[in-house]
């Protein structure tokens, strides 16, 4: 027993050069964790929000109570918009490293968490998404090349050139507009729920943010809220274990889980495997019928791996070991769901192939086309002028005046 | 040195001088901080003194506050100004208040740094330039250093300040100075004088501005980055331009502005922040209220436009040497 107080720090398991080392990971048996009713209250609830919802077990089997029961064309729809959101990923971060782009957050090896929880929503639900949930975008058949062109601030950029890379939007599509600080849309997606509440909608919210985001005052408020009021809406925390060089104990996730901060506020807390496609999908629908049926919001855990970098300006080889993704013990999302169809029989190893390479080309001949709207550097750019609009919804004078002096600038300068 | 290394020999010095001395913020230990400003900080001084903390800039500055009370200087990181807002209310409310609300019993030395301004593709998210909503605030000191020498000298003085310090450094000339024409090749600060920085303790006052350049046709006031802008601008019309860095934006050396622009006649005033309300505003009535029967022309201001910092049009809302000239010209001219 110490006899004084010691300031404790947390450390990660592993730093570059060491074995990674993953033993701090609680993990459960694939089925081993009930599904109550969703009108179960958060009293009655067991180990969710300790222990680990899983579906796919290590022989690709779907067990246990959370299996979604989907069928092997929906689950092909999975794998399409997992490999879809990948290869998007990959060629983006190659414009980016050709100088096309400024900037680019890649979500590999968390594509079921955005794919999975967006196919058990309903088109009229309200995305509130951080900037890794690019899957969401694909799910609500958003064209890549319009997602490119916002990439490139080009002339058909959907942002107008506003935004950093990635920070999308689409009001036709109901995916809120990204915000590049943190956790800023976790209490907003429970104020748009509330609204449908009150106005007696059966639409309801969901967001994301990152565990290290959890730290933020505006999550907790989300929670106090979407408690209080009971409002229809699904509250995801994607534990991917990095938040730049912050790993996830920094966070909070030491001492107790994610899922876990639910039950503080009196909401159901669902620690799930995030890279079980089946798993996320089966959470996330139970937590929208609960919703939707009146019973308030739900905390989800998504355990999984950032195996990326945070972005293009980061280089994660500094602060942890470089083959920590090779031995996450949860795998690979796109590789688990791809062996439980083959062991279906609605899969094989040349269907894969094949998509792969047609949606991989689908990606190069969007990029063509995305690039002939303009990069930052060349081509066809947006009028300048427009930097002075949607300040307010009426330029002002003073702005009119700016918008003059910036062209009297260029005018100047010939 | 470049900036980045001037900020973290302050901190080295300070924390090898003073025990108390504590650095905290996101990615600040182990990895050294996004820009690099705490690299080896936390393998010198140990996890207790160099500590990385969650996501939360509210807690980050709160925490300060409670270190300061109880006998530490910390010196809190923020990543990037952009996001210093859920701090907000704790520096505004709690920070700069504290030893006027207990007449003077209790109070917290707490320096608060943060990477502000654009010119490196950042977007409205890593781009903004928020001095004047600090140097609003009665209790703070607010400074924005313009080269390495100042970078360490001021963050030093900071550190040793019983009283609050928002130190803005203007990220994009961390690593060398910058005339607003993104197209020329970057320059290290190592080719620049203000790049000699002494590896051991030095302080630059608060509440002393500099003349960075001698003249008599001109005042021009800047700070930050736009000094470079403004030097470059001047140069290239011939102007015998009289340059002042401000560094020190609360307490402000209205003495050594007005002295100058009461010899020169004439002030143009430029940073890069939005202009409306800008700290812009009270640098040009603090130059009227001592030098109104000395000027020959209306002040003029030169500043980023009043939108949010667009990704695309960077070098048309960077008040670059076209804006300055123009301005320059209005302010020579100005019939």
New interface residues.
Partial sequence: MPTRSR?H?P?PPA?PGQPPDFSYLKLSAAGAIGRPEISASWRELGDQASGLVRVLDDKHRAVGPWNPRLDAQELQVGLRHMLLTRLFDDRSVRMQRQGKL??YMKSTGEEAVSVAAGMALQPGDMLFPAYRNQGLQVVRGQPLVGLMCQLL??TR?M???????V?YHSAQANLFSI????ATQFPQAVGWAMAAAIKGEDHIAATWTGE??T????FHHALLFASVYRAPVILNVVNNQW????FQG???GEQSSFAARGPAYGLPGLRVDGNDFLAVYAATRWAADRARTGGGATVIELVTYRAAAHST??DPA??RPRDEYQLWPLGDPVERLKQHLIALGEWSEERHQALSEELDAHVAASWKEALSYGT?NDGP??D?D???ED?FKEIPE??RR?RE??R???A??G | MNMIQALNSAMDVSMGRDPTVVVLG??VG??GG?FRCTDGLQRKYG??RV?????????IIAAAIGMGVNGLRPVAEVQFA??V??GYDQIVSELARLRYRSAGEFFAPVTVRMPCGGGI??????SQSPEVLFAHVCGLKVAMPSNPFDAKGLLIAAIEDDDPVILFEPKRIYNGPFDGDANKPAVPWNSHPKGEVPTEHYTVPFGRAEIVRSGSAVTIIAYGTMLHVVEAAAASMGLDAEIIDVRSLVPLDVDTLCNSVCRTGRCLIAHEAT??AGFGAELAATVMENCFWNLEAPIQRVAG????Y????EW??FPGQ??V??ALKAVMEPR
């Avoid at chain 1, 938040?243 to 912050?246: G, H, L, N, R, V």
């Avoid at chain 2, 500590?51 to 807690?59: F, K, L, R, S, V």
């Fill in positions: 300031l720090v450390a730093r400024s900037f601030s080009n950029d942002c107008k050139g506003r935004q950093l890379p920070m915000s590049g600080n943190l290290g985001s730290a933020e005052a505006d938040a730049i060089s912050t920094t966070a909070g300006s980061d500094r602060y930052m750019r947006l300048r427009l930097m002075f300040v003073h702005l700016q002096l910036l009297a600038e260029f100047a300068q | 996101q990615d182990y990895f996004v996890e207790h500590i990385d903390t969650p996501i939360a800039e509210g807690g952009d996001y807002y859920p593709r950042g977007g409205q998210t890593h202009r409306f436009w009043d939108t949010p667009p990704h695309a049009f048309e809302y076209a804006r000239a123009l």
